[in-house]
């Protein structure tokens, strides 16, 4: 009977000793990144990034091109609100659609229903892009403000390369088949999500995350997975044809932080849902922010040769942190400014000049804009001595 005693007691001592092993090494190993949600693995291509460090926190293919089908519309209603705060269309602007486009387009997939007799506005026309997903809706604003879709599509794709989009190309003001002429990736799609947020904010608000809209007689619903259903989700853009399957631009912001996610290529409505949904809660609650700097807050000094002054700060358009996993709050985190310096006089308030990049221990690291943060002119005569001086003493 003792040795068993004997024996019950040193076989608990061991165990208990595994135990404390097994936690001690947990406590001490590095712990690994957050698991994406399963569904995506059903997705071809995915996407999420979360916008006030620039982190990706979760990609698939994510510089494969694949048709957007509607998802287009994003990019036209953002033509449309580059031309509107650069005023030169106004939101009460009615426009008219011809014969040969009410033949085309009358009740033609997602539709608005607009006849010759109508007479939308602006903003009717883009809550008939955003929230009904109107083909006709895109065609009667491209060819009003335009003159032609041909035209319109021009302007689309000199947005997109002044944004960075550098591997997608429009086609078309509405995403409809045309044998892959229109093309994007999600990488790119970010971008564009990200121009019309922090570029537009207050059209962005009006105009996206819309579940219902009445124009007429008709009354626009969006499909959108995420509005309504995960907390802080505000747009933007599903889109699906038979070639393209089920895809989806979405985007949520909590407490300071924006995420965007990319879904492209479901096989159903009802794994794109899911997995967007998912996608969104999982870059929220299993990963954290760590604060950096406030929108607007100055993140260094850069030099400016031939200036007025000697440097001019460089400044965010947008809250700032560093992303982390949940369960590893406490990782090192290094920051490096970019740019191209020094910065030739004149320099214009509001300039992008450079990155901030945020670099988290075991993740690929991430970019901010940043700006000029105030005018500086060329240099004159008194401005050079003064300078000249500076130098000497400094």
């Known amino acids: 009977m003792k040795s068993y005693r004997s024996f019950a007691r040193a076989q608990r001592a061991v165990l208990a000793m595994g135990v404390a092993l097994a936690a001690a090494t947990q406590v001490h190993a590095a712990p690994s990144n957050p698991k994406p949600p399963e569904e995506l693995a059903q997705i071809p291509v995915s996407m999420l990034v979360d916008l006030g460090s620039g982190q990706v926190l979760e990609q698939r293919r994510p510089d494969i091109p694949f048709l957007p089908a509607s998802v287009t519309k994003v990019m036209t209603a953002f033509v449309a609100f580059e031309e509107i705060d650069a005023g030169r269309l106004p939101l009460d602007r009615r426009f008219q659609m011809d014969p040969e486009t009410e ?139 038979l070639e393209a399957g089920y895809n989806f631009v979405g985007t949520a912001e909590r407490e300071g932080r924006r995420l965007v996610m990319v879904l492209a290529g479901s096989p159903t409505y009802r794994i794109r849902d899911a997995a967007a949904r998912n996608l969104l809660e999982w870059g929220f609650s299993d990963w954290s922010a760590r604060h950096l700097f406030d929108m607007g807050q100055s993140v260094t000094d850069a030099k400016v040769q031939d200036g007025a002054e000697l440097s001019v700060p460089l400044v965010t358009d947008r809250e700032v942190h560093a992303t982390l996993p949940a369960n590893a709050p406490g990782r090192k985190v290094t920051l490096t400014v970019h740019y191209q310096g020094p910065l030739k006089a004149p320099v214009t308030k509001g300039d992008r000049v450079g990155d901030l990049e945020i670099a988290v221990e075991g993740l690929a690291p991430g970019h901010v804009p940043l700006f000029a943060g105030a005018d500086v002119a060329k240099a004159g005569t008194l401005d050079r001595l003064r300078n000249g001086l500076i130098n000497i003493f400094r």
Not at 196 to 206: A, D, F, G, N, S
């Open 103 to 241: 033949k085309e387009w009358w009740a033609k997939g997602s539709t608005m229903y607009i006849t010759r007799n109508d007479r939308p506005t602006t903003e009717e026309l883009l809550h008939g892009v955003m929230t009904a997903s109107g083909n006709d809706a895109c065609i009667v604003l491209a060819k009003g403000y335009a003159g032609s879709v041909s035209a319109w599509v021009e302007m689309m794709n000199a947005a997109a390369k002044r944004i960075g989009m550098s591997r997608s190309h429009y086609n078309t003001p509405n995403g409809w088949m045309d044998e892959g002429q229109t093309y994007v990736t999600a990488s790119d799609m970010v971008k564009l999500a990200d121009a019309m947020i922090m570029r537009h904010p207050k059209l962005y608000r009006e105009f996206s995350g819309v579940k219902q809209y009445k124009w007429r007689d008709v009354v626009m619903r969006s499909h959108d997975p995420t509005v309504g259903i995960v907390p802080g989700a505000d747009g933007i853009k599903t889109g699906y044809t």
